[in-house]
T-cell receptor
Framework: DQQVKQNSPSLSVQEGRISILNCDYT??????FLWYKKYPAEGPTFLIS?????DKNEDGRFTVFLNKSAKHLSLHIVPSQPGDSAVYFC???????????FGTGTSLTVIP | DTGVSQDPRHKITKRGQNVTFRCDPI?????LYWYRQTLGQGPEFLTY????????KSRLLSDRFSAERPKGSFSTLEIQRTEQGDSAMYLC????????????FGQGTRLTVV
């Protein structure tokens, strides 16, 4: 039972343009959402997060948007850079924080 | 380096052998998680410690898997009688106690069972 879903396995974007990665979740008890970036043969690296009390959080080139009514969040990267090429995982947790539920990832390729 | 550290990075073992992995979390982090990741999938939760107490275990964690966190510091994950299906990346993460805290992952241990 996949509670966090990333329906796009891959995305290609030209350098300098915007990358938009999407994530949907099914559990209304989730109240904290995170994005991780992963390079091959390495562990995931924390990128940005958002609490359910907010609908937007920015950190430099990265912005996460949360639409609780639609149970949807997205990560915007602008401008995209070749170094952003990686697999991006969306994750969610409930108030206990006892575990994080991950999506299956979206592989982003930024073309120079 | 004050990040999460995992050892070994790679392990090749024969089916039926036992293996043990170690994780050293970020020192001030009370929470420690073990995840498993296979190709094309996201990390799957295995187990969670708060200090030395193992508070949650996934149904994925068969009786052949055991984890410990003595004294609430480093943790070990042991797999007994390994099977080919155990081949995966085993990830450890740690976080602070409290709401809305992110987990920081180690580099992972790549297990190959032949």
């Amino acid at each position: 039972d996949q509670q966090v879903k990333q329906n796009s396995p891959s995305l290609s974007v030209q350098e300098g343009r915007i990358s938009i990665l999407n994530c949907d979740y099914t559990n209304s008890m989730f109240d904290y959402f995170l994005w991780y970036k992963k390079y091959p043969a390495e562990g995931p690296t924390f990128l940005i997060s958002i609490s359910s009390i907010k609908d937007k959080n920015e950190d430099g080139r990265f912005t996460v948007f949360l639409n609780k009514s639609a149970k949807h969040l997205s990560l915007h990267i602008v401008p995209s850079q070749p170094g952003d090429s990686a697999v991006y995982f969306c994750a969610a947790s409930g108030e206990t924080g006892n575990q994080f539920y991950f999506g299956t990832g979206t592989s982003l390729t930024v073309i120079p | 380096d004050t990040g999460v550290s995992q050892d070994p990075r790679h392990k090749i073992t024969k089916r039926g052998q036992n293996v043990t992995f170690r994780c050293d979390p970020i020192s001030e982090h009370n929470r420690l998680y073990w995840y498993r990741q296979t190709l094309g999938q996201g990390p799957e939760f295995l187990t969670y410690f708060q200090n030395e107490a193992q508070l949650e275990k996934s149904r994925l964690l068969s009786d052949r898997f055991s984890a410990e966190r003595p004294k609430g510091s480093f943790s070990t994950l042991e797999i007994q009688r390994t099977e080919q299906g155990d081949s995966a990346m085993y990830l450890c993460a740690s976080s602070l106690l409290g709401f809305d805290t992110e987990a920081f992952f180690g580099q992972g241990t790549r297990l190959t069972v032949v």
